[in-house]
Structure formats: C-alpha cells, structure tokens
C-alpha cells in the first residue's frame, strides 16, 4: 500500500515508509455543506437506479451494470469535492539565530592603556592574549575585538553548535553609498570561524571538514584555507564616520523580520556620536523588547576617561613679510587637565630639512606658558575643552618654513602623538604695497604718510594729494611715485610680476610732519608695480583721478582680486561723495552708510572745546586683529580707555548686515534708533577686505608711548587688508579643517595674463599630500554666468595636510594662490576616546548581560541553545492525480459504449 501511494503521488520511494501517514478528507467546508453533498449523492444515486428501471427492453443485467458505473463516477466525483489525500506528519527541529553586530567606527583604531586600578584585571587577561612581544597600550581596539572574536576556540564556534551566527557591521566611510548596517559573514549551525589572528587552524582532516565558514553575502561553506582571507572579522577596517547603536539595532532586527533570534550582541565601544542619540536608543531597546529578543553587549575599550592635550590647528598666514611682527595662533584642546599648567612653543625648520628626533634642541620662535581653562559648570570635567594660545615673534630669514606647534607632553597623557601641528609658511621679502588718496594734508594725513614712509623694509607707497599744486611733489617711496592715479586694473593690482627694490633711508620728519625719501628716475615712477591696499582719506571727485572710472577699479580690485581697502570719513567730503549715485559702488563696499553731520559750529564756538566722544571696543574689537594693540584682551580693552579722546566723528544713518563693529561710540546714537554709533567697522567685500574708520584723529595718539599704539593701529590695518599678490588663479575650499567624509566645495577663480576672466569649459586643480607627495587630480566645471569661476563638491576620503594647486604646468606657480587643508578624524568619533559603559549598560537587557572584552567567552552561558521542535503535516492530494481522472474519464467512456450497443438513448 506504501509504495502504492507513493507511486500515485509521485513521492520519492520510502517518503512514507519513514514517517507517520493517514488517508483523510482535507475540505474546509463546514457541517452543512457535508450534509448537503451527502444528500447529493443519495439523491444522484436514487436518481441513477430509477431511471434505469424505466429503461425499454435491455437486460436487466446490463441495467445494474450501467447503473454502477453511473453510481461509482457520481460517488469518486463527491469524493473529488472532499479532497482526499494523503496527510504525512514531519517533525524539524528549528534553531534561532544569533545577531552580533561589531562596531567598525574609527574610534575602533583607538589603543587603550587599562591604567587605573580598578582596570588590572581587564589589562592583565588582554595582555596575556596577546603574542608575546606585543604591548597592550599600542593593539587597536579593532585588533583585540578580532583576537577575542576569532579563532578556532573563539565564543563564536561554541555558539555556532547550537544558534547559526550572523555577523554585522554598523558604520561606514561611504554613507549614501553603503548601507550603514550590513551582515559581513556568516556561521552556520555546527559550523566554525576560520582561524586568524595567529590562532591556530585544525590540522587534522576530522576538524578541516568540520571548519566551515560561510563566505560573506553568499551563504556558501568555504574551506578554513581559503576562510583565511574572507573571514568576516578580518572585513572589519574600523573606517566608519559615526557610531549609531540605535540604527544599528533596528537594521538587524528588520533584516531578520519574521525569523527566530536567540540573541542580540552588540559588540562596541559604546560611544554613540549622532544628536540625540539616548532617545533612539531608548526606542530600539523597546523594539527589541516588542519582539522578545534579548540583547547582550560587549564592552571594547577602557572606560576611564583619560588625561590628554592636543595641538587642533595652527593657524597662520600662508604668506608673511620678514621683519614683520607675526601672530600665530595655537588651538589647544585638552581634558581631564583644567587649571593645570601647559608649555606651548612654535619651532620653524625650512621645508627640506628634516626634523630633529628630540625637537626641544631647536630654538623656539615663540614659547608661552597657559593655564588650561576648566570645563563649563553645566558640563562634565572630561569634557574636551578648547583654546587659543597666540604667540608673536618677528622672522628675519627668508623662504618657506614649516611653523610646528608643539605642547609639551605629560606622563599621564593617553598619547602624546597629538601634541603637534604643523602650518606652512613662506616668509617673504615682498613689502606691502600701500596706495594712499588724500582730500587735503591734513594731521591725520601726514602722519599716516610718514608711518609707511618710515618702515621702508615692510611698506612701499605711493601718495596722491588731491589738493596739492601739480609742481608739488607727491612724497612717495623709491619707485612708487605717481604723476596719476591708476587707469587701468593691471596698474591697480600688485601682479606680483616686480621685485622690490630697497628703498634708500628715508630723512627725520620736521616739525610739521613732513618726511621725504629718495626719488627714483621720472621714467620708472609713472606706472608703480600696483597695490596690496589703497587707503581712502576724505577723497573728493577729481577729473580724470578719482571720478567714476577709478570708483570703478577699485570695486574690482576688491572684490575680484582680493585687494584691501580703508576708508577714513572726514567732514568735508565724505558725506558728499558717498550719496552721489556714481561713487555708488565704492558706497556698497563699506560696512556703513553715512547721515549728514549736523555739527552746531555756534556751540562749539562758544563753549571752545568739543565734548570727547568715549571710543568702546566691542567683545568683537577687543580680539580683532584691526584693534588688537597688545596681546592680552583685558589689557587691550584698558589701553583702548587710555587713549587720547576722539572730538569728532561721522555720522551713521545704519550698519549693513555683514558689518562687524569693532570700536563704537555708546553716546550719540540718535541716527541709529538706540544702536551704539560704529566708530570701526570691517566688512568683506566680495574676495577682499574693507576697513571703515569714522575718525580722523588718530595723530593725537603720537603721544602715548612715542607713538606705539599710532604705529601698531596703522600696521594691523594694513597687514589686515593686505593680501597676498593677486593672483591669476585663486583656490578656495570654504574652510582650512575638514572631517573625513564631509564634503568639500572646491572653488576657482582663473583669470588670464591680462587678468581677464579665462573662459575654458572646465578648470583643473591637483590635490597633493604633503607628507607622501602624491597627488590626485579634481575637475572642476565652469559656473554659469559667472566667467572665470569654477566649482566642484569632493568628499574627504583620506586624513592628512593638503595643498590645492593648479594642474596646469603652462601656469607661473607664483600666479596661484593655492590652499592647504587638513583632513582628520570626525570630531565625533574623536571627542570622548574612552569607552562608555554606561551607554553599554543601557543597551544590555539584564545587568549580567553586560561583558568586558577580555570576558566575551562567558557570552556562550549566556544564551541558551533555543532549540525549538517544529511538527509540519505535508498534504499530499489523492485527487488531483493522473489516475484518478483517467479512471472517470474511463468509466464514463464504457457507460457510453454499453448503451450504445444495446440501442440506448
């Protein structure tokens, strides 16, 4: 009967003979429609045998022959609308799966010490597992997690005997790209990890044949020797820019959405890097919960937060004049060490030599000694805290240097591998090229001449008095002299195309001011070799000088070509020459917009001496390297009060938006609805710099410290402004520090011989890593509308230093003003280097589900084998099989040929 069945099922011989069967009706009708079809078959049946009694003259014989075969195909047609069939029971025993998700975060490359007490037994087991020779203090994270995990003993092939294992990663370097949650490998039930990390493989062909690991998204055993290779864990590269435990949670849970789960392993360093990242955490350990998995977590990393300081940034100028005072500023960041004392210095070595192992044997540019500020009171103390150190030095040797910071490391520091930075500079010989117009000669006027005048080794100028006699000699520096102020761009902007020839001593001033130098031949000092910075003082509208034209200019060399601009309101003409609408667009450059002065010249008469206007520094100005005459910024804002007063200054109808005031007058404030009266105010114009200043009486400072702080005002404004030479091609990255994985919007802006805008369809830039020299190259595409501007979004994929330049070699490298970035680690994987147990803590369901790395082989007593014994009944039909309807089909045929014969209708 088996084999019977077997045969007219179709199954496969002994399919029944190994399990338990039985023959039923599988029909879901209910009682009613089984009443129904038996009362059909009785009727059917009754109305067979009455119509073959009413037969004519057949035998009767032939008549109950008939009748059953009508009888049997009516009764198999009713047995067909029950569904006959073979029910076989199968009973499968079913395993859940085992989750374990490993972070793969960059904060995985970080080394942990153990240091504190209550650490010693978690460094002794982690040291002991390591080959000899190897130091724990200097084995990643990532590296301990694969020597823990991985292995022929590893906790992973105990598991793997009773639960399949899914291995995870979370956390990516190609987000948008790559799933951020992705399964890695996979160990099926009785299978094992392949051996890696120095541990040992079966040797023995009973354990090669047992030693099966799956290949990665392929579900396929692999052999231990070529396991090796594709080991998932050995797939981990600790790249990821973010740490998302609640992400990665869900992403496993929904990959694994109506199957059995044994367990949730969450293997990290617990240290989550998204905002807001405890209420995600807090909904995915309820989803977990919803769906009734426990959640285990391993611990990797040493909790206690550690003792470090660190060189961010140093931030100085690309380019810097010898013999000028210099500004570096140092950006520290530190934790666990607020109030204690730090050494900071700034050492320089020239670009090819090398620097010494012990570098303390260099003499420092620059050293300061800083207390390390504490943390805010609303935060923790291992909070990271950041701060500035300025240090000022003058150089004195000419080329291109690499300024290195450096904080002198502590013992108990986490690592002092971040204790530097560096910046590259090149110091310069090149003198500021200052362009000076004046309204008249007034105090103000000649002592700003004779500033510039005086410092022949940092400043060369060119003057041009609008009210003087054309037979008067405009005072100039050797070779700078002009008989007209600039026509056309090219004599505006300093090409940096000429060298700069040394100015000859220049003679004392008299008692009026005046000072004089020596002048060059007529023939040269026509056409200078252009400007860094032109300085505005009360101008007025001359024919063929300063009218429309030269207004004209001087906005493009402004905003185009970086140049710097000062103007200097007076009471004469200012107010004039800005309303009228064709000095427009030098009126649109300034922070400002000027009111008419109202100035009551009958109370000034009588009462002979003007009230002093008190000259406040903004939390802005006291910082500003525009007003910044000392270094400190308390000491700053006390010689700001001392200062000889101000009598007179412009009025202000409004500040524009992008206006950053840097000195103000509190008192008259009657144009400005309330509003402090700017007295200094800066602003960016395009690609360049514009300084406002709404006084004329700065001379009256000559007498505080011989002048000091006259010089020191003057000189910042100009070193402020002054940019580099302007350039043909100007590289731009929308900042200096990047995260990987952040995007960088490139930008150039290129410009011919003749410094008019190029027109190619595209522009080229070379990206080159200043420590291995390699370089990769990046196309950028013309902007529409915009001639000469090019643009293209890159993402950060490697770390390091950076300089930007042109691709193009047919380009004089000194015509492009490159730009150098670095490329680090995110912050946020970078912020808090410790482990955090508590946010571990959290995730696990219970307490003792919570494991230190160097105890993850206990993880296998934790989750119980799950095994679950599933019966299934396999319904095999009897019905809807070839025999059954060849049957009826036959009998229906020999009822037919029987009545035909014996003449039946």
Same mark, same amino acid.
């Given at each position: 009967?088996?084999r019977?069945?077997?045969?007219?099922?179709?199954?496969?011989?002994?399919?029944?003979?190994?399990?338990?069967?039985?023959?039923g009706?599988?029909?879901?009708y209910?009682?009613?429609?089984?009443?129904?079809?038996?009362?059909?078959?009785?009727v059917?049946?009754?109305?067979?045998?009455?119509n073959?009694?009413?037969?004519?003259?057949?035998?009767?014989?032939?008549?109950k022959?008939l009748?059953?075969?009508?009888i049997?195909?009516?009764?198999?047609?009713?047995?067909?609308?029950?569904q006959?069939?073979?029910?076989?029971r199968?009973?499968?025993?079913?395993y859940?799966?085992?989750?374990?998700?490993?972070?793969?975060?960059?904060?995985?490359?970080?080394?942990?010490?153990? +240091? &504190?007490e209550?650490? *010693?037994? @978690?460094?002794?087991?982690?040291?002991?597992s390591l %080959? /000899?020779?190897t130091?724990? =203090?200097?084995?990643?994270?990532?590296?301990i997690?694969?020597?823990?995990?991985?292995?022929?003993?590893?906790?992973?092939?105990?598991?793997?005997?009773?639960?399949?294992?899914?291995?995870?990663?979370?956390?990516t370097?190609?987000?948008?790209?790559?799933?951020y949650?992705?399964?890695?490998?996979?160990?099926?039930?009785a299978?094992?990890?392949?051996?890696?990390?120095?541990?040992a493989?079966?040797?023995?062909?009973?354990? +090669? &044949?047992?030693?099966? *690991?799956? @290949?990665?998204?392929?579900?396929?055993a692999?052999? %231990? /020797?070529?396991?090796?290779? =594709?080991?998932?864990?050995?797939?981990?590269?600790?790249?990821?820019?973010?740490?998302?435990?609640?992400?990665?949670i869900?992403?496993?849970?929904?990959?694994?959405?109506g199957?059995?789960?044994?367990?949730?392993?969450?293997?990290?360093?617990?240290?989550?890097?998204?905002?807001?990242?405890a209420?995600?955490?807090d909904?995915?350990?309820d989803?977990?919960?919803?769906?009734?998995?426990?959640?285990?977590?391993?611990l990797?990393?040493?909790?206690?937060?550690?003792k470090?300081?660190?060189?961010?940034?140093?931030?100085? %100028?690309?380019?810097?004049?010898r013999?000028?005072?210099?500004?570096?500023?140092?950006?520290?960041?530190?934790?666990?060490l607020?109030g204690?004392?730090?050494?900071?210095?700034?050492?320089?070595?020239?670009?090819?030599?090398?620097?010494?192992?012990?570098?303390?044997?260099?003499?420092p540019?620059?050293?300061?000694?800083?207390?390390?500020?504490?943390?805010?009171?609303?935060?923790?103390?291992a909070?990271?805290?950041?701060?500035?150190?300025?240090?000022?030095?003058?150089?004195?040797?000419?080329?291109?240097?690499?300024?290195?910071?450096?904080?002198?490391?502590?013992?108990?520091?986490?690592?002092?591998?971040d204790?530097?930075?560096?910046?590259?500079?090149?110091?310069?010989?090149?003198?500021?090229?200052?362009?000076?117009?004046?309204?008249?000669?007034?105090?103000?006027?000649?002592?700003?001449?004779?500033y510039f005048?005086?410092?022949?080794?940092?400043?060369?100028?060119?003057?041009w008095?609008?009210?003087?006699?054309?037979?008067?000699?405009?005072?100039?520096?050797?070779?700078?002299?002009l008989?007209?102020?600039?026509?056309?761009l090219?004599?505006?902007?300093d090409?940096?195309?000429?060298?700069?020839?040394?100015a000859?001593?220049?003679?004392?001033?008299?008692?009026?001011?005046?000072?004089?130098?020596?002048?060059?031949?007529?023939?040269?000092?026509?056409?200078?070799?252009g400007y860094h910075v032109?300085?505005?003082?009360?101008?007025?509208?001359?024919?063929?000088?300063?009218?429309?034209?030269?207004?004209e200019?001087?906005k493009?060399?402004?905003?185009?070509h970086?140049?710097?601009?000062?103007?200097?309101?007076?009471?004469?003409?200012?107010?004039?020459?800005?309303?009228?609408?064709?000095?427009?667009?030098?009126?649109?450059?300034?922070?400002?917009?000027?009111?008419?002065?109202?100035?009551?010249?009958r109370r000034?008469?009588?009462e002979?001496?003007?009230?002093?206007?008190?000259?406040?520094?903004?939390?802005?100005?006291?910082?500003?390297?525009?007003?910044?005459?000392?270094?400190?910024?308390?000491?700053?804002?006390?010689i700001?009060?001392?200062?000889?007063?101000?009598?007179w200054?412009?009025?202000?109808?409004?500040?524009?938006?992008?206006?950053?005031?840097?000195?103000?007058?509190?008192?008259?404030?009657?144009?400005?609805?309330?509003?402090?009266?700017?007295?200094?105010?800066?602003?960016?114009?395009?690609s360049?710099?514009?300084?406002?200043?709404?006084?004329?009486?700065?001379?009256?400072?000559?007498?505080?410290?011989?002048?000091?702080?006259?010089?020191?005002?003057?000189?910042?404004?100009?070193?402020y402004?002054?940019?580099?030479?302007?350039?043909?091609?100007?590289?731009?990255?929308?900042?200096?520090?990047f995260?990987?994985?952040?995007?960088?919007?490139?930008?150039v802006?290129?410009?011919?011989k003749?410094?008019?805008?190029?027109?190619e369809?595209?522009?080229?830039?070379?990206?080159?890593d200043?420590?291995?020299?390699?370089?990769?190259?990046?196309?950028?595409?013309?902007?529409?509308?915009?001639?000469?501007?090019?643009?293209?979004?890159?993402?950060?994929?490697?770390?390091g230093t950076?300089?930007?330049?042109?691709a193009?070699?047919?380009?004089?490298?000194?015509?492009?003003?490159?730009?150098?970035?670095v490329i680090?680690?995110?912050?946020?994987?970078?912020?808090?280097?410790?482990?955090?147990?508590?946010?571990?803590?959290?995730?696990?369901?219970?307490?003792?589900?919570?494991?230190g790395?160097?105890?993850?082989?206990?993880?296998?007593?934790?989750?119980?084998?799950?095994?679950?014994?599933?019966?299934?009944?396999?319904?095999?039909?009897?019905?809807?099989?070839?025999?059954v309807?060849?049957?009826?089909?036959?009998?229906?045929?020999?009822?037919?040929?029987?009545?035909?014969?014996?003449?039946?209708?």
């Amino acid at each position: 009967m088996t084999r019977f069945l077997e045969w007219l099922l179709n199954l496969e011989s002994g399919r029944l003979a190994g399990g338990e069967w039985r023959i039923g009706l599988v029909a879901d009708y209910n009682n009613y429609v089984r009443l129904g079809l038996f009362v059909l078959l009785g009727v059917l049946v009754w109305l067979t045998v009455r119509n073959y009694r009413r037969e004519g003259e057949v035998r009767p014989r032939i008549k109950k022959l008939l009748a059953a075969i009508r009888i049997t195909v009516i009764a198999l047609v009713i047995a067909i609308l029950f569904q006959p069939a073979v029910v076989l029971r199968v009973t499968e025993t079913l395993y859940s799966s085992v989750l374990v998700l490993v972070d793969n975060s960059m904060s995985m490359r970080y080394a942990d010490r153990y +240091a &504190a007490e209550d650490q *010693a037994e @978690a460094r002794e087991a982690l040291q002991q597992s390591l %080959p /000899a020779g190897t130091r724990l =203090a200097e084995t990643s994270r990532i590296d301990i997690l694969r020597r823990q995990l991985g292995g022929s003993d590893s906790v992973l092939n105990r598991l793997a005997e009773n639960h399949p294992i899914e291995i995870f990663r979370f956390s990516t370097s190609e987000p948008g790209r790559q799933a951020y949650t992705d399964i890695i490998g996979s160990i099926p039930l009785a299978g094992r990890l392949s051996a890696m990390c120095g541990a040992a493989a079966p040797a023995d062909a009973a354990s +090669a &044949a047992s030693a099966e *690991a799956t @290949a990665p998204g392929t579900g396929e055993a692999v052999s %231990p /020797a070529d396991a090796k290779g =594709a080991s998932p864990l050995a797939a981990l590269d600790a790249d990821g820019y973010e740490t998302n435990l609640a992400s990665a949670i869900r992403d496993a849970l929904d990959r694994f959405q109506g199957r059995r789960i044994g367990a949730l392993v969450v293997v990290s360093d617990g240290q989550p890097t998204q905002p807001g990242w405890a209420v995600r955490l807090d909904a995915a350990r309820d989803y977990a919960e919803q769906r009734g998995v426990p959640r285990l977590a391993v611990l990797v990393g040493d909790p206690t937060p550690p003792k470090n300081m660190a060189v961010v940034a140093v931030r100085a %100028p690309r380019e810097i004049r010898r013999n000028s005072e210099t500004e570096v500023q140092v950006l520290l960041s530190h934790r666990n060490l607020g109030g204690e004392k730090a050494d900071v210095a700034v050492y320089a070595r020239k670009i090819e030599d090398g620097w010494p192992e012990d570098i303390t044997r260099l003499s420092p540019l620059a050293t300061e000694n800083v207390t390390l500020i504490d943390a805010d009171e609303d935060s923790h103390r291992a909070t990271r805290v950041s701060q500035t150190v300025a240090l000022t030095f003058t150089p004195e040797e000419l080329g291109e240097y690499v300024y290195r910071a450096v904080v002198k490391p502590r013992p108990d520091e986490l690592t002092d591998e971040d204790n530097t930075a560096d910046a590259f500079v090149k110091v310069s010989d090149d003198k500021i090229r200052v362009l000076l117009v004046s309204g008249d000669a007034g105090w103000e006027y000649q002592y700003i001449r004779n500033y510039f005048l005086r410092q022949p080794d940092l400043y060369r100028l060119s003057v041009w008095q609008q009210n003087a006699d054309p037979e008067v000699n405009q005072s100039a520096s050797t070779g700078m002299k002009l008989t007209r102020l600039p026509r056309t761009l090219k004599e505006l902007i300093d090409s940096g195309e000429t060298s700069d020839a040394p100015a000859p001593p220049t003679e004392p001033a008299g008692e009026d001011g005046e000072a004089t130098t020596a002048e060059a031949g007529e023939a040269g000092d026509a056409v200078p070799p252009g400007y860094h910075v032109v300085i505005l003082y009360d101008p007025m509208p001359t024919k063929d000088g300063f009218d429309t034209e030269f207004i004209e200019l001087l906005k493009q060399f402004v905003t185009v070509h970086r140049g710097g601009l000062c103007y200097i309101a007076s009471n004469k003409h200012s107010f004039d020459v800005l309303s009228d609408p064709a000095a427009k667009p030098l009126a649109d450059l300034l922070p400002v917009k000027l009111a008419r002065n109202e100035l009551d010249v009958r109370r000034i008469i009588q009462e002979g001496v003007p009230d002093a206007l008190p000259v406040h520094l903004t939390s802005y100005g006291a910082d500003h390297p525009v007003t910044k005459l000392v270094s400190s910024s308390d000491d700053n804002r006390r010689i700001w009060n001392i200062l000889p007063p101000v009598y007179w200054a412009h009025a202000i109808a409004r500040r524009k938006p992008a206006a950053r005031v840097l000195a103000e007058n509190p008192v008259r404030s009657t144009q400005l609805r309330g509003e402090a009266e700017p007295l200094v105010a800066v602003q960016a114009a395009g690609s360049g710099r514009v300084v406002y200043v709404g006084f004329d009486e700065t001379w009256r400072w000559r007498f505080v410290d011989d002048g000091f702080y006259h010089r020191r005002f003057w000189g910042n404004i100009v070193r402020y402004l002054a940019p580099l030479n302007a350039r043909q091609v100007i590289i731009t990255a929308g900042g200096d520090r990047f995260s990987a994985g952040q995007k960088i919007t490139l930008e150039v802006e290129a410009f011919d011989k003749e410094f008019k805008p190029r027109t190619e369809p595209t522009f080229t830039i070379r990206m080159v890593d200043t420590k291995t020299g390699e370089a990769v190259e990046h196309e950028l595409a013309a902007i529409d509308n915009r001639p000469g501007q090019y643009t293209a979004t890159i993402v950060a994929s490697r770390t390091g230093t950076f300089d930007l330049t042109a691709a193009d070699d047919t380009i004089d490298p000194s015509q492009v003003a490159g730009k150098q970035i670095v490329i680090e680690l995110p912050q946020a994987e970078s912020q808090r280097t410790e482990a955090n147990r508590r946010v571990m803590e959290k995730l696990a369901s219970k307490e003792e589900y919570l494991l230190g790395i160097e105890d993850v082989k206990h993880l296998a007593d934790l989750i119980p084998p799950g095994q679950l014994e599933a019966v299934e009944y396999e319904r095999h039909a009897l019905w809807d099989t070839v025999p059954v309807w060849v049957l009826i089909a036959v009998l229906l045929a020999v009822e037919w040929f029987l009545r035909k014969r014996n003449n039946m209708a």
